[in-house]
T-cell receptor, first 112, second 110 residues
């Protein structure tokens, strides 16, 4: 009965590879998000997706691309991984942008 | 731009009361959230303020003053399990995404 689930939980890969992180929510929420939390624990929004409207944080490199096959899924694809991409990536969802967000358990990405 | 400030670390004693402050500077205001995050875990929602005043929820309360750009989270009867990071997050207008502060790491000691 997990509300927001993301896979994999751990991802260790080499620089230059392409990888995807999947996120699914079974709460019937309309809005989904991707966050990056760096080593200093700073949680920073990357993308929000609401009713097919994508809001992108302009500081996010275009190597990162969200893909939403349906309202319950928002996957994150990353091309040409770099050392600085090492972080914990959290998926979240909410009923609307003004409602509390429910977070997944995070994906710990380590770049070798 | 947006700027959210909260203390980096705080320490308090089990059974005591602690207040974690958050100040923000945004172009508009459309709500303030507090989240709790234990080490290695996901953030979990604690409280939401959009109007001035105090919102109480059990041992936790959150206060907002929009004119001062200020909020605080009050934790009463502290327990060891309250040791965590507390994140203040603000939405400045419309449907723009939340902006999180850097979090306050609270350590509860015996």
């Amino acid at each position: 009965d997990t509300a927001v689930s993301q896979t994999p939980k751990y991802l260790v890969t080499q620089m230059g590879n392409d990888k995807s992180i999947k996120c699914e929510q079974n709460l019937g929420h309309d809005t989904m998000y991707w966050y990056k939390q760096d080593s200093k624990k700073f949680l920073k929004i990357m993308f929000s997706y609401n009713n097919k409207e994508l809001i992108i944080n302009e500081t996010v490199p275009n190597r990162f691309s969200p893909k939403s096959p349906d309202k319950a899924h928002l996957n994150l694809h990353i091309n040409s991984l770099e050392l600085g991409d090492s972080a914990v990536y959290f998926c979240a969802s909410s009923q609307s942008p003004n409602q509390p967000q429910h977070f997944g358990d995070g994906t710990r990405l380590s770049i070798l | 731009g947006q700027n959210i400030d909260q203390p980096t670390e705080m320490t308090a004693t089990e059974g005591a009361i602690v207040q974690i402050n958050c100040t923000y500077q945004t172009s508009g205001f459309n709500g303030l959230f507090w989240y709790q995050q234990h080490a290695g875990e996901a953030p979990t929602f604690l409280s939401y303020n959009v109007l001035d005043g105090l919102e109480e929820k059990g041992r936790f309360s959150s206060f907002l003053s929009r004119s001062k750009g200020y909020s605080y989270l009050l934790l009463k009867e502290l327990q060891m399990k309250d040791s965590a990071s507390y994140l203040c997050a603000v939405r400045d207008r419309g449907n723009t995404p939340l902006v999180f502060g850097k979090g306050t790491r609270l350590s509860v000691i015996a």
